[in-house]
């Protein structure tokens, strides 16, 4: 089952190039273009194979392949759970498990989002690869969104950290936050010597994340968080750097498997514009079970 678009030409657009037309018509980039021209079903007008540089007449019909005959991430599909809250031929949303990782590495090779999506789409007959739009960390859990195409990734990752693509993250932190909303507003960076953890540092990107306390009980806060930037491990580093790292945080504050065995960070809210239909689509998941004991 291959996703496609369809532009029929109107007397307006007859004679203009189809490469032309891709671009302004049906807003593909360059890159898909390049990808898509070589397929033998690339770029069809009435059903017959034909080159960028063809210029159709009124009436015909042309139809683009988005999907992916051959997928070049090298991902092995593999079973495993998925808990699926939307679905179509552009994009999959997702509320992804504590523990799960989302791209395959060292010590997860077959049990991570992308192996269990690539099977996923293979139950459905679908030639779809993993086309991953943002990432949440392996003990992070809630929403998350995948392309099925390039075309759909490139922009959906446009709309990354605009007002068109919003996430919203709970958190359990130690503590007892003294403002009830503010702004972090830190530059991050690699600590030297480190394959993984992040510091704050001048030499740093700019990273800024809002927070709002939802609630405050003994020695702990429910905080509320929004990121303005997409830094690596930018919650946990900026909650840490004022003093009130995750609950369970390995790597920024105490690890504590008895009471949580992750950082205690969950992405609850997410908002964006379909790809195609430019419609807004929003989703929201409750706070997971090992989160809501911390609050007892």
């Not at 302004?24 to 009435?46: C, F, H, P, Q, Y």
């Not at 480190?194 to 806060?221: C, F, N």
Request: aromatic share 6%.
């Amino acid at each position: 089952m291959s996703r496609r678009l369809e532009l029929t030409v109107g007397p307006e657009l007859a004679g203009i190039k189809v490469d032309t037309l891709l671009r302004t018509r049906l807003g593909l980039s360059g890159t898909v273009i390049r990808r898509i021209k070589w397929l033998e079903d690339g770029i069809l007008a009435d059903g017959a194979r034909v080159r960028t540089d063809y210029r159709p007449a009124a009436g015909q019909v042309l139809s683009v392949r988005l999907d992916d005959p051959v997928r070049r991430s090298g991902i092995l599909p593999a079973p495993g759970p998925l808990d699926i809250l939307y679905e179509d031929g552009d994009l999959i949303v997702l509320n992804k498990a504590p523990g799960v990782s989302v791209h395959p590495g060292p010590g997860h090779f077959d049990d991570t989002l992308g192996n269990h999506l690539l099977w996923h789409y293979d139950q459905e007959g679908e030639t779809a690869d993993f086309h991953p739009v943002h990432r949440l960390d392996r003990g992070t859990s809630g929403l998350i969104v995948a392309a099925k195409h390039p075309h759909a990734q490139e922009i959906l990752k446009e709309q990354l950290h605009t007002k068109r693509f919003r996430r919203i993250y709970l958190a359990v932190c130690e503590g007892i936050l003294e403002d009830w909303t503010g702004t972090i507003d830190a530059p991050l960076g690699p600590r030297s010597g480190s394959l993984m953890e992040q510091i704050v540092r001048p030499d740093g990107k700019p990273a800024r994340t809002r927070y709002a306390v939802l609630r405050r009980w003994s020695g702990r806060s429910l905080v509320s968080l929004e990121l303005e930037t997409g830094r690596t491990h930018q919650i946990r580093v900026h909650m840490a750097h004022i003093g009130h790292p995750l609950t369970g945080d390995f790597l920024y504050g105490t690890e504590d498997p008895a009471l949580i065995p992750r950082p205690a960070l969950h992405s609850a809210y997410l908002s964006l514009l379909h790809p195609l239909t430019r419609e807004e689509l929003r989703f929201s998941v409750p706070l997971p079970a090992d989160m809501a004991r911390l609050r007892a």
